[in-house]
């Protein structure tokens, strides 16, 4: 079974940067697309962004769109999220996901695998 595991949460100051990382341990099918969520408390869980792995071919919730880039290394088989100008309303415990990227902008469900999350805070 592949695990996601991912890193690089923290807290930082309004305007501030992180980067998450996602290390893979094997290899999945459903790892040709892969990408991010987030969940604030007692909100729902919502998409951020996604890559095919094959082409690298991009996709961004509006919310991030500009402030956020994703990006895999297929060598190190690792996918990350460069977060700039955060925003206290990127508040949220931030999820690794790969598979069914299509329907991720509508809700979660068409996740395949899940990351155990890591915790991002923006004070203001």
């Known amino acids: 079974q592949v695990q996601l595991v991912e890193s690089g949460g923290g807290s930082v100051q309004a305007g501030g940067s992180l980067r998450l990382s996602c290390a893979a341990s094997?290899?999945?099918?459903?790892?040709?697309?892969m990408g991010w969520f987030r969940q604030a408390p007692g909100k729902e869980r919502e998409w951020v962004a996604h890559?095919?792995?094959?082409?690298?071919?991009?996709y961004y919730a509006d919310s991030v769109k500009g402030r956020f880039t994703i990006s895999h290394d297929n060598a190190k088989n690792t996918l990350y999220l460069q977060m700039n100008s955060l925003k206290p309303e990127d508040t949220a415990m931030y999820y690794c996901?790969?598979?069914?990227?299509?329907?991720?902008?509508?809700?979660?469900?068409?996740?395949?695998?899940w990351g155990q999350g890591t915790q991002v805070t923006v004070s203001s």
């Open positions: 890559i095919y792995t094959g082409n690298s071919k991009t």
């Open positions: 996901a790969a598979g069914g990227c299509s329907t991720w902008s509508t809700g979660p469900s068409g996740a395949r695998l």
């Open positions: 094997g290899y999945s099918y459903s790892m040709y697309c």
